[in-house]
């Protein structure tokens, strides 16, 4: 594509191409401030999520272990009872949640405050439980974070190069060509005056 | 009307298109932290309608900074960024909400208004991920 924009050369379009090369720059330096940011919180979501799917792999390996050992104890049908005689109360909400305009999915777990008390082991394996739950949304929140801001950084880098290499570039290149045919027009016009003007003082010479 | 006016056209178009949805996110409205933590699922609106939950976590901890002043801090805290106040520099208007902000840091100083750089920023949003938002205001 040409460097140049194929416009009019007239002052008007000179100052409406100004007038969007102001509106370019300014495009350009929110968008790469939005940027930055954006890469500095997916950097943090990397983190976090690596971070969480390590506690997931732990608490995982935890639960287990309290799940057999309640298991061996109680019998298998242990959690069944548990499961038929409790309210479950613990919840999760599913919504959205915004990072900087980016919107990704995201879970608030809420824990049953007053929880009776089970039998001896019970308690610590449903608190073990609670805590693997909350991880995993936490986990999942993290990833599908990660997922939306990449995907998003990958739309506003293609929109800031457009507007650092292609855009911004030819509207100042535009710019420039046409003020230089501006002066051009002018030097023609004063070499035109200083024409008529010698050819008016030869005449009036001659007569 | 030719190929390249056309294009311009667009350009331009899509350019002022670009200031609009950057902050099609921003609230409704705003609603004081106590209201907020005495509804079940604390969220808000945003001008493009969606509905953002808020972390309770968040709001507990701006709670415990601001003490008996928490009623008057609405949430989320608005975090303006104006390029005309340089690269990197952000600030928050709200006297309430810049004060909880100044606690979090550990900054004193600071009048009614609170100037932020690019590493407080990161660690305020580190903190505070649903909590805030970051506006830009062109000129």
Same mark, same amino acid.
Request: contains cysteine; aromatic residues 8%; glycine residues 4%.
């Given at each position: ?22 509106? &370019? ?18 950097? &943090?979501?990397? $983190? ?142 004063? &070499? $035109? ?15 | ?19 609009? *949805?950057?902050?099609?996110? *921003? ?13 079940? =699922? ?7 309608? =969606? *509905? ?88």
């Amino acid at each position: 594509m040409s460097s140049l924009l194929r416009v009019r050369p007239t002052k008007i379009e000179l100052i409406r191409l100004k007038r969007r090369l102001t509106l &370019a720059h300014k495009v350009h330096r929110i968008l790469r401030e939005r940027l930055t940011i954006l890469v500095n919180e997916f950097l &943090a979501r990397v $983190r976090e999520a690596y971070r969480l799917r390590l506690q997931v792999n732990k608490f995982i390996g935890d639960v287990y272990k309290r799940a057999v050992l309640v298991a061996s104890t109680y019998g298998s049908g242990i959690f069944d009872y548990y499961q038929s005689v409790t309210r479950t109360k613990t919840t999760a909400t599913i919504g959205l949640e915004n990072i900087m305009g980016v919107k990704t999915k995201t879970a608030m777990i809420r824990k049953f405050e007053n929880a009776t008390p089970l039998y001896p082991g019970l308690d610590s394996f449903r608190e073990e439980a609670y805590k693997l739950i909350e991880a995993i949304i936490e986990l999942g929140r993290a990833e599908q974070a990660v997922y939306a801001i990449g995907r998003e950084i990958e739309r506003i880098k293609r929109k800031v190069n457009a507007l650092q290499y292609l855009v911004i570039p030819r509207l100042e290149n535009t710019i420039r060509y046409l003020m230089m045919k501006f002066e051009e027009r002018e030097r023609e016009e004063k &070499a $035109r005056l200083k024409r008529v003007k010698s050819v008016l003082e030869r005449r009036r010479g001659g007569s | 009307m030719g190929v390249d006016e056309f294009y311009t056209d667009l350009l331009e178009r899509a350019l002022r298109e670009e200031l609009r *949805i950057v902050n099609k996110y *921003i609230p409704y409205r705003r609603e004081n932290l106590c209201k907020l933590l005495e509804m079940r =699922t604390p969220y808000y609106v945003s001008r493009d309608g =969606t *509905i953002s939950l808020l972390d309770r976590k968040e709001l507990l901890l701006l709670k415990e900074l601001l003490g008996e002043e928490a009623c008057k801090l609405l949430v989320p805290i608005i975090i303006e960024y104006k390029p005309s106040l340089g690269e990197a520099t952000y600030i928050v208007r709200d006297e309430v909400a810049a004060k909880a902000i100044a606690r979090l840091l550990g900054i004193r100083n600071f009048k009614k208004s609170l100037t932020l750089y690019r590493a407080n920023l990161y660690e305020v949003r580190a903190k505070l991920r649903t909590a805030t938002l970051i506006v830009f205001m062109p000129e």
